[in-house]
């Protein structure tokens, strides 16, 4: 148990819907980021967030958003969505910015699919 | 910008010591690197980092020679449950400085 909480665990929706997914950081991490991996795919790095603010962005459609709460708590909204955005995305979070040694600790991950 | 290589996949036999190679030309002077292991439909997990030399721990060992463009992880005596993907990162600058997961190595290990 890595300490990373997300929820939901699954979640079915339709095309064109909007959903949001929640992730719990690790006690004392201060960082959370988003990946998306879609099946045989590796792992893309969607947006980080750093004691509530954006840290970095990576490959992150416009339909898709994130925050940090003030509890450092952090929500993705995924929105008109699409057969495409099915994947599993994880949320890791990690107690500094970033950098080499900065680990990043990995959540069980919330299965989309998109129908 | 710092970018890895390696194996696409390896195979090995229950028992055996697997040693999967990374190489990372372009490594920053005061960079890690930092290695992951993920099984199906599980987040990857943190398994050791080092910056030069020999690092182990109770999982494995990284082999880092003094020029730091490759690195080796070391498995010892693997078995089934050992079967996943192993990522090799390091830092990549383009994007913030932050560890870019790759394709990583798909090992699997066989009875």
């Known amino acids: 148990d890595s300490g990373v909480t997300q929820t939901p665990k699954h979640l079915i929706t339709a095309t064109g819907q909007r959903v949001t997914l929640r992730c719990s950081p690790r006690s004392g991490d201060l960082s959370v980021y988003w990946y998306q991996q879609s099946l045989d795919q590796g792992l893309q790095f969607l947006i980080q967030?750093?004691?509530?603010?954006?840290?970095a962005k990576g490959n992150i459609l416009e339909r898709f958003s994130a925050q940090q709460f003030p509890d450092l708590h952090s929500e993705l909204n995924l929105s008109s969505l699409e057969l495409g955005d099915s994947a599993l995305y994880f949320c890791?979070?990690?107690?500094?910015?970033?950098?080499?040694?900065?680990?990043?600790?990995f959540g069980p991950g919330t299965r989309l699919t998109v129908l | 910008l710092a970018k890895t290589t390696q194996p696409i996949s390896m195979d090995s036999y229950e028992g055996q010591e697997v040693n999967i190679t990374c190489s990372h030309n372009?490594?920053?002077?005061?960079?890690?690197i930092t290695w992951y292991q993920q099984f199906p439909s599980q987040g990857p997990r943190f398994i050791i980092q080092?910056?030069?030399t020999k690092v182990t721990n109770e999982v494995a060992s990284l082999f880092i020679p003094a020029d730091r463009k490759s690195s080796t992880l070391s498995l010892p005596r693997v078995s089934l449950s050992d079967t996943a993907v192993y990522y090799c990162?390091?830092?990549?600058?383009?994007?913030?400085?932050?560890?870019?997961f790759g394709q990583g190595t798909e090992l699997s290990v066989k009875p």
């Open positions: 890791a979070s990690s107690v500094s910015s970033g950098g080499s040694t900065d680990t990043q600790y």
């Open positions: 080092g910056y030069k």
């Open positions: 967030y750093y004691n509530g603010e954006e840290r």
């Open positions: 990162l390091v830092p990549v600058y383009n994007q913030g400085g932050k560890l870019i």
């Open positions: 372009n490594i920053a002077t005061n960079d890690y």
